[in-house]
């Protein structure tokens, strides 16, 4: 079971940034995922999740109306589009999968975890 990140850097304040996460190891279409962010001296927190058929995203707050998340169950890959990126959306992105197939902000509803892609956004 593995989960990996790619497409983080560095971007400039108002611009964008897709991260991808690429899975294997499982039947990637009977679990929700979700993308969750750490900066340096803060906990992990939600960004965004997608329920196994697409039906179903959450976003944090923070990121609404900014960030995108989608899946293709046919490449077993997630994906979150992040538009007008500001400097607090730096951070390390982690790809999850969750315990089932419907979606959840909560972080232990997640039980597989991605290495992490750095973002970051700065001038």
């Known amino acids: 079971v593995q989960l990996v990140e790619s497409g983080g850097g560095l971007v400039q304040p108002g611009g964008s940034l897709r991260v991808s996460c690429t899975a294997s190891g499982f039947t990637f279409a009977d679990y929700a995922m979700g993308w969750f962010r750490q900066a340096p001296g803060r906990e992990r927190e939600f960004v965004a999740g997608?329920?196994?058929?697409?039906?179903?995203?959450y976003y944090s707050d923070s990121v609404k109306g900014r960030f995108t998340i989608s899946r293709d169950n046919d490449k077993n890959m997630v994906d979150l589009q992040m538009n007008n990126l500001k400097p607090e959306d730096t951070a390390v992105y982690f790809c999850?999968?969750?315990?089932?197939?419907?979606?959840?902000?909560?972080?232990?509803?997640?039980?597989?975890w991605g290495q992490g892609t750095q973002v970051t956004v700065s001038s």
């Open positions: 997608i329920s196994w058929s697409s039906t179903t995203t």
């Open positions: 999850a999968r969750g315990k089932y197939a419907l979606v959840s902000k909560e972080l232990n509803e997640y039980i597989v």
